[in-house]
């Protein structure tokens, strides 16, 4: 039985594959975008059912199509998820869904590489992991399962009725733990809200939004620095968007608590951080401020002032008298939600191509094993690179790059003209 065989393989059909499909497209160069699930998945299956984007669509979305209705809206997951369908139809990307990628392996003695997947062997000159970085989720191993407490990720959890009654700890003070602890707030639950070190940006200030002030002031194009790449955010687009203030929601009822530590006897330990976790963010928030401020002078811009936005709320009485040990049944909690980030699955990689902790070792997306690349990573080449918008630039610099080595194994030199004239006499 033959061997199916094209130039690229693309493992995964989100933003990042669909990214690389249109750019090697253009290219001119031959693949297939294997997923194993729809297009899109993530966004459908993996989310809270009120989840909308952190952006505004006029920013969040691909060059070549916009979305439906106001350029200003925060769309619902749904919509993002079908915008990705009807891109990748626009761009005619071949892509087949139902395929699961398990192995990819080099071929002996030549060039390329061997794909197995579910619907059977590909051989492909190259592959792209356009699976990204957000696939396993990851709860850490603190509290047991013979606390008779519900745990689980913030990807499984869905609305506050699928909890069951009592209070809930958030762990995890980022975008996606923040928004569901004010859901459930808001839902009538009493809340506990771990935070760590963030920044929190602000949502608007003086007439313009977060992306916008990112752009002009260039802060999207930021290279990765060490430490930078694992700064969490707290920033939100829920019911049109606004600045996450986390004193303005302890006064609403959040009770705000440290870093989590550990668990013992019953009871969660946290660092006594919180109020240097909390005067990090502001000082985050005041410095976008400030620059903002500036770039509005330098260039005269006529913007409404803002002087409000620069107070900050005094502290409440979770922060100025912190919790350091909390017991979680005398405290009525039932349920624990980890939002604490995601793992890799890079198993079905050739082990050339990870690092000695099994993540992707490249540099801009190309790998450090020849021919295998990489899109959808956070920080690949820039702050904006695991962003809708940003994985499209990465992936025309991965198409790029392809398109250069296709070029260079292609070259066939010319007999040098002495040798052709030798041998012409010989005849």
Not at 107 to 121: I, K, Q, Y
Not at 198 to 209: A, K, L, Q, S, T
Not at 327 to 342: H, P, R
Request: hydrophobic share 40%; glycine share 10%.
């Amino acid at each position: 039985m033959a061997v199916e065989k094209t130039e690229v393989v693309v493992v995964g059909a989100g933003q990042a594959g669909i990214a690389a499909s249109e750019h090697l497209s253009k290219l001119g160069i031959s693949h297939v975008v294997l997923e194993r699930d729809r297009i899109a998945e993530h966004w459908r299956s993996a989310r809270w059912d009120s989840l909308v984007a952190n952006g505004p669509c006029w920013h969040d979305r691909f060059p070549g199509m916009k979305f439906a209705g106001s350029q200003d809206a925060f769309v619902p997951k749904e919509v993002i998820a079908d915008y990705f369908v009807d891109y990748a139809k626009m761009i005619g990307a071949p892509i087949r869904t139902g395929v699961e990628v398990s192995k990819v392996s080099r071929n002996e003695g030549r060039e390329g590489f061997l794909v197995e997947t579910s619907a059977g062997p590909i051989e492909a000159d190259y592959v792209i992991s356009a699976t990204g970085a957000f696939q396993i989720p990851a709860i850490p191993p603190m509290v047991p399962e013979t606390a008779g407490l519900t745990q689980i990720h913030s990807a499984s959890y869905r609305n506050p009725g699928q909890l069951a009654p009592g209070a809930v700890l958030v762990v995890g003070a980022g975008s996606s733990g923040t928004q569901i602890a004010e859901e459930l707030l808001r839902a009538g639950r009493k809340v506990y809200l771990s935070v760590g070190p963030h920044d929190r940006p602000p949502r608007r200030y003086r007439g313009r939004d977060n992306v916008w002030w990112l752009g002009v002031l260039n802060k999207w194009d930021m290279e990765a620095t060490p430490g930078v790449e694992h700064t969490t955010i707290a920033v939100t687009g829920a019911k049109g968007g606004y600045t996450i203030d986390f004193r303005k929601l302890a006064g609403e009822g959040l009770v705000l608590v440290g870093r989590t530590e550990g668990y013992k006897d019953g009871a969660m330990q946290f660092a006594p951080d919180l109020k240097t976790n909390l005067d990090r963010g502001d000082a985050n928030y005041l410095s976008v401020l400030r620059e903002a401020d500036a770039y509005i002078a330098q260039n005269g811009l006529d913007l409404p002032e803002e002087p409000e936005a620069h107070v900050i709320p005094a502290d409440p009485d979770c922060v100025s008298h912190p919790i350091l040990s909390l017991d979680l049944k005398a405290a009525g909690i039932t349920t624990i939600i980890w939002a604490t980030g995601f793992g890799v699955d890079n198993s079905w990689l050739p082990a050339e191509a990870l690092d000695d902790k099994g993540r992707a070792a490249h540099n801009r997306g190309i790998g450090a094993m020849a021919g295998i690349y990489y899109l959808g990573l956070p920080w690949q080449t820039r702050r904006g690179s695991s962003f809708i918008w940003g994985v499209w630039h990465d992936a025309k610099y991965v198409a790029d790059h392809i398109a250069k080595q296709r070029g260079y194994l292609a070259y066939a030199p010319e007999a040098a003209p002495a040798k052709a004239a030798a041998e012409a006499e010989t005849v």
